[in-house]
T-cell receptor, first 114, second 112 residues
Framework: DSGVTQTPKHLITATGQRVTLRCSPR?????VYWYQQSLDQGLQFLIQ???????AKGNILERFSAQQFPDLHSELNLSSLELGDSALYFC?????????????FGPGTRLTVT | DQQVKQNSPSLSVQEGRISILNCDYT??????FLWYKKYPAEGPTFLIS?????DKNEDGRFTVFLNKSAKHLSLHIVPSQPGDSAVYFC???????????FGTGTRLKVLA
């Protein structure tokens, strides 16, 4: 158990809909990262927050947005969903935003868009 | 453009033998590298890392080697155990970018 929690575990929705994925980082971790893993693909970095502020952006679509709240939990919002958005979405946390600290991953949310 | 590549999607090794997983990268500015292990239905778990100022880092049965001139790193597992069967991801990072670039993973199967 990494200490990072993600809800829900599974999500099935229709094209055009909007969903929210939730992540709680490990106790004490200030940084939260979001990744997308599509079938047979590596982990694609989406976005990172540190103590409530956006710190880095990756290949995140404009239809996607995220935020980190004062209690440090984070939400990833996916809107106008397309079939291609079906993937595993992972949240990770680390103690600091620096690259010398490893990230701890949650179990992921499997999103299926039908 | 895939900056971090794991060209072997799968690898099978006999229990007790050495497993060697390879990773190539294209950006010579990357200065920190990590390996993660992932079991089905779980998130990736950090395994071992190496800074670009080193060429080797060892932790128990796991050793990571970095060849900066070849832009290549490898993970050695000795001896391999059935519990090592998982998907292994390498990742690279560049100081100040706060991003990790992951490879597509290699599925290791250790045969008993």
């Amino acid at each position: 158990d990494s200490g990072v929690t993600q809800t829900p575990k599974h999500l099935i929705t229709a094209t055009g809909q909007r969903v929210t994925l939730r992540c709680s980082p490990r106790s004490g971790d200030l940084s939260v990262y979001w990744y997308q893993q599509s079938l047979d693909q590596g982990l694609q970095f989406l976005i990172q927050y540190y103590n409530g502020e956006e710190r880095a952006k990756g290949n995140i679509l404009e239809r996607f947005s995220a935020q980190q709240f004062p209690d440090l939990h984070s939400e990833l919002n996916l809107s106008s969903l397309e079939l291609g958005d079906s993937a595993l979405y992972f949240c990770a946390s680390s103690a600091t935003p620096g690259q010398t600290y490893e990230q701890y991953f949650g179990p992921g949310t499997r999103l299926t868009v039908t | 453009d895939q900056q971090v590549k794991q060209n072997s999607p799968s690898l099978s090794v006999q229990e007790g033998r050495i497993s060697i997983l390879n990773c190539d990268y294209t950006n010579s500015m990357f200065d920190y590298f990590l390996w993660y292990k992932k079991y089905p239905a779980e998130g990736p778990t950090f395994l071992i890392s190496i800074s670009s100022i080193k060429d080797k880092n060892e932790d128990g049965r796991f050793t990571v080697f970095l060849n900066k001139s070849a832009k290549h790193l490898s993970l050695h597992i000795v001896p391999s155990q059935p519990g090592d069967s998982a998907v292994y991801f390498c990742a690279a990072s560049l100081s100040g970018t706060y991003k990790y670039i992951f490879g597509t993973g290699t599925r290791l199967k250790v045969l008993a």
